[in-house]
């Protein structure tokens, strides 16, 4: 095991799997037919040159390269700082994104350079159950971050006809080859700026309850039952 642990530090290591990941992502795509709909508002808010977050759940991340899939805009992924989340972020870096390291120790540094990000136009992909759940339970740090930024929370979910969940915390939906998949966006969510703890609650349960909502209603469609909810918690997500 200390061999193995050891390996996973090495950085050529590390650039395997970023490319290993980010082919697997295109073969998949490659190889299987997408419905998309529901991007009015996202495709409105991008006319505008309006940021806006994107939610969805960790156990999506799989796909979101194709999710977004708008080379014209550049989004940054939210992610942790530590080994499984700099393989993400580097991963998709392949497909043209930028990465933001979050610290879960410094949750507050992690806080500015988000909402400095938006400020300066970016968009901003969240997984607001991660890095590691509750699953499926939005955290308080995406509605902070999107009402002292000002910017509107879109969610999106996907769902595939043929997957494999995984035993991880989040159920992880890992999508197979030669498949077919929905893709459904939501409306933008706008946020009172620098809303109170009542508001944000209120808030972050109507997009808790929308993304799984969304994401339940995409997995029927596929023919599959809905991942079950887990607990709930406070955090920044990522």
């Known amino acids: 095991m200390g061999a193995l642990k050891r390996l996973t530090k090495q950085a050529w290591f590390h650039r395997l799997m970023c490319g290993l990941i980010a082919g ?8 299987s037919r997408w419905d998309v709909t529901g991007t009015e508002d996202r495709d409105r808010l991008m006319a505008e040159g309006q940021p ?18 708008e080379k014209s805009h550049q989004l940054c992924v939210v992610a942790s700082g530590h080994r499984d989340g700099r393989i993400v972020i580097d991963a998709m870096g392949r497909f043209g994104f930028e990465g933001i390291p979050v610290d879960s120790k410094d949750g507050a540094k992690a806080t500015r350079a988000i909402v400095k990000r938006l400020k300066a136009g970016g968009h901003v992909g969240f997984t607001p159950d991660g890095p590691r759940g509750p699953r ?45 998949g929905i893709c459904r966006w939501g409306n933008a969510i706008e946020l009172p700026p620098r809303a109170d703890e009542a508001t944000r609650e209120e808030y972050r349960r109507r997009i808790e309850g929308i993304l799984n909502d969304m994401t339940d209603a995409c997995d029927r469609e596929m023919g599959h039952d809905p991942v079950p909810r887990a607990g709930s918690g406070g955090g920044v997500g990522a």
């Open 24 to 31: 697997y992502i295109r073969f998949v795509r490659y190889t």
């Open 52 to 69: 806006y977050i994107i939610a969805l759940w960790h156990n999506r991340i799989g796909m979101m390269p194709y999710a977004y899939a």
């Open 136 to 180: 499926l339970v939005v955290k308080e740090g995406m509605i902070v971050i999107a009402s002292l930024a000002k910017v509107p929370i879109i969610p999106v979910s996907y769902a595939m006809k043929r997957r494999k969940v995984l035993g991880t915390w989040d159920r992880f939906q890992l999508p197979l080859p030669f498949n077919r």
